[in-house]
T-cell receptor, first 113, second 115 residues
Framework: TQLLEQSPQFLSIQEGENLTVYCNSS?????LQWYRQEPGEGPVLLVTVVTGGEVKKLKRLTFQFGDARKDSSLHITAAQPGDTGLYLCAGASSGGGADGLTFGKGTHLIIQP | DSGVTQTPKHLITATGQRVTLRCSPR?????VYWYQQSLDQGLQFLIQYYNGEERAKGNILERFSAQQFPDLHSELNLSSLELGDSALYFC??????????????FGPGTRLTVT
């Protein structure tokens, strides 16, 4: 069974600070996706990383896929209250074929004004 | 708005009952995935359909079943409901068969409460 461990589980910081959340596994994934979910809504895709070592930037968010494609990180620069939400990483199996995503349990992020 | 619709938004029912959740994928998407999200287990993959056929099963109970119709909408049937089935149920759609190939777009979810 493939597992994704996210850390920290909860993070509360002040507006303007930087933060990094992590997504780790002992399994290799073909791709890894990051989602943000707000209460009462479905997850919304932020980014997909596919290549080991890949770095993608989305405004103040920087996503990195580990060289071995087993882990990923999300770094937010100068966090804003609008960044508040549940951040989920999800891995797609490297076995090919049809299957669902394996999700981590998420990082609950609160940015205080 | 992801383009994926789910009905109903909320559902309250009693133990032992049966319910049906409905999902319409984004226009043109052939894959529909069902997920269950609970506080303790997080978001878990239940089952996938691609162009009307079952393609993959995850942690889906035998009391649960799903199908995808010719117009590509999908239904998730939950029977003999138990208190522990209370959760958010999401469907997601994708143009492709393999999760590794492309991102999935999630609907707003159905919140099921079993009393």
């Amino acid at each position: 069974t493939q597992l994704l461990e996210q850390s920290p589980q909860f993070l509360s910081i002040q507006e303007g600070e930087n933060l990094t959340v992590y997504c780790n596994s002992s399994s290799v994934f073909s791709s890894l996706q990051w989602y943000r979910q707000e209460p009462g809504e479905g997850p919304v895709l932020l980014v997909t990383v596919v290549t080991g070592g890949e770095v993608k930037k989305l405004k103040r968010l920087t996503f990195q896929f580990g060289d071995a494609r087993k882990d990923s990180s999300l770094h937010i620069t100068a966090a804003q209250p609008g960044d508040t939400g549940l951040y989920l990483c999800a891995g797609a199996s490297s076995g090919g074929g049809a299957d669902g995503l394996t999700f981590g349990k998420g990082t609950h992020l609160i940015i205080q004004p | 708005d992801s383009g994926v619709t789910q009905t109903p938004k909320h559902l309250i029912t009693a133990t032992g009952q049966r319910v049906t959740l409905r999902c319409s994928p984004r226009s043109g998407d052939l894959s529909v995935y069902w997920y269950q999200q609970s506080l303790d287990q997080g978001l878990q993959f239940l089952i996938q359909y691609y162009n009307g056929e079952e393609r993959a099963k995850g942690n889906i109970l035998e009391r649960f079943s799903a199908q995808q119709f010719p117009d590509l909408h999908s239904e998730l049937n939950l029977s003999s409901l138990e208190l522990g089935d209370s959760a958010l149920y999401f469907c997601a759609s994708s143009p492709f068969m393999a999760a590794a190939s492309y991102e999935q777009y999630f609907g707003p979810g159905t919140r099921l409460t079993v009393t």
